[in-house]
């Protein structure tokens, strides 16, 4: 993975100011991570990787979520960093957009939670799942006016949810970054 991804993952992280103690403990973890190099920003990275990923909400504040085809759970669209990208926010708004189907998303640069969770993935190479660490920053998307969705190969299922009437069951740490990311929408 770049040094360019890498400089603004630390610089990103570095910066950002968490709204919960679980999202800044997550946050300096993620750093720690990343002291190891830019190795740590690809799933070659076995013992843990850093992702991005996406919480596309709408004018009316109901938020995107896809019920993931391996995992079984509702979630923010996003995964893992690709050699082109060269920022975390980039990575997160273009996992969004091939997610979703929906063009013309517009992000804000500035995340709204990361979270550390263990999961089973591949290397990117066609070797068999295994478990790991996701290190996932996570940012605010927003859907244009009348957006319309379309369903990727990653979901089973994708459906605009209202904070309160979230789908079950849901991913890890799903729900905490709902709170931040509707702060930002007044």
């Known amino acids: ?3 360019v991804l890498h400089a603004d993952a630390m610089r990103v992280l570095s910066a950002w100011r968490a709204t919960t103690e679980e999202g800044d403990l997550a946050r300096k973890r993620a750093l720690e991570l990343l002291a190891e190099g830019p190795g740590t920003l690809t799933r070659a990275h076995r013992a843990g990787h850093l992702t991005a990923s996406a919480l596309v909400v709408d004018a ?13 759970k509702w979630m923010q669209l996003g995964g893992h960093c690709e050699p082109g990208d060269t920022t975390l926010a980039e990575a997160a708004l273009r996992e969004a957009t091939e997610e979703s189907g929906i063009d013309g998303l517009t992000l804000d640069p500035d995340p709204i939670d990361v979270d550390v969770h ?5 290397a990117g190479d066609g070797t068999p799942a295994t478990g790991s660490t996701h290190y996932d920053v996570r940012f605010l998307v927003h859907a244009p006016a009348g957006a319309t969705e379309h369903l990727s190969d990653e979901s089973s299922a994708l459906g605009w949810f209202r904070a309160g009437e ?5 991913a890890s740490a799903t729900a905490r970054q709902i709170p931040p990311a509707l ?4």
Do not use: A, K, N
Not at 118 to 122: M, T, W, Y
Not at 166 to 170: D, E
């Open 1 to 3: 993975m770049s040094d």
């Open 118 to 122: 263990d999961v089973r993935c591949g």
């Open 183 to 186: 702060s930002r929408l007044v």
């Open 166 to 170: 979230l789908p079950s069951p849901l």
């Open 60 to 72: 009316d504040g109901r938020v995107l979520l896809c019920l993931h085809g391996r995992l079984g």
